[in-house]
Structure formats: C-alpha cells, structure tokens
C-alpha cells in the first residue's frame, strides 16, 4: 500500500483537475468551455469545447479510479499539451498584452506544467492497457 501512495495520490490529483475541469466546460461555457475556445482561435469551438470537455471528465475519472489509467492519461497528456501551445507559449514568445518571458510564462502555466508532468509521470507508471491485448484479456 504505501509504495504505491505516490503514485495514487498523483494519479487522483490529476484525474480530479482534469474531472472538474471538463465539468466546468458545462457550467461555465463563455468563460471555460466554447467561448473560450472561439477566443483562443481553436475551430469549431461549438462542437470542440464539448467534446473536449466530456473527454476531460471520463478521462479524469479512469485516472482517479486507474482504469485504463495509462490510456486515460494519455488523452489528458494531448489536452494538456494543446492547452499549453494555444495559451501559454504566446507568453513566452512575447504574444500577450505586454506580459512576457520565461518567468512569466512559467508562472502562468504551473498548474499546466504539473498536469503535463503528472501525466507523464501516470503514463510512465501504468503504460498502455488498451494497446497492450495481452495484459487487457489476461486473467
């Protein structure tokens, strides 16, 4: 039990942000879900943000619960790196209302920094469920 608490508690960590998140996309949809989307420029934001929510949210709960953890953070893995290309690199390349640089930008995308990291770092844990058919049908 406790060798694998780090773990656990990463992984819960992760899939409950990335949970309320994709929940959020509901609740709150100028600020976080397609009107948001439409702001950053991202295509079809009326479709996008839904779908991109939803993902976020059953995502989230397969890595809270480690179902599938590996697979699940993987998709997060590919929403966290788009959330950081589209909103944080243009603070660092100097594309944001005067506030720019390495500092800022990493102070602006911590929470993205950690999410990519705890990804990763589930991904690294738990690898492929779903590619692999061997440990998927075993017994």
Do not use: W
Not at 15 to 25: D, M, V
Not at 69 to 98: E, F, Q, S, Y
Not at 107 to 129: P, Q
């Amino acid at each position: 039990m406790r060798k694998n608490l780090p773990m656990t508690l990463i992984r819960v960590v992760v899939g409950l942000i990335f949970f309320t998140e994709g929940i959020l996309k509901f609740v709150e949809p100028e600020e976080l879900g397609s009107g948001r989307f439409a702001h950053i420029g991202l295509p079809y934001p009326h479709l996008l943000a839904p779908f991109v929510a939803f993902a976020e949210i059953l995502a989230g709960a397969a890595t809270m619960f480690g179902l599938f953890a590996g697979d699940a953070a993987t998709l997060l893995l590919i929403v966290i790196l788009t959330a950081i290309v589209t909103t944080k690199l243009p603070i660092l390349l100097n594309h944001r209302n005067g506030h720019y640089g390495l500092l800022t930008f990493l102070h602006e995308s911590r929470t993205d920094l950690a999410m990519l990291f705890g990804c990763l770092a589930i991904i690294l844990d738990r690898g492929f469920a779903i590619a692999s058919r061997k440990r998927l049908f075993q017994r």
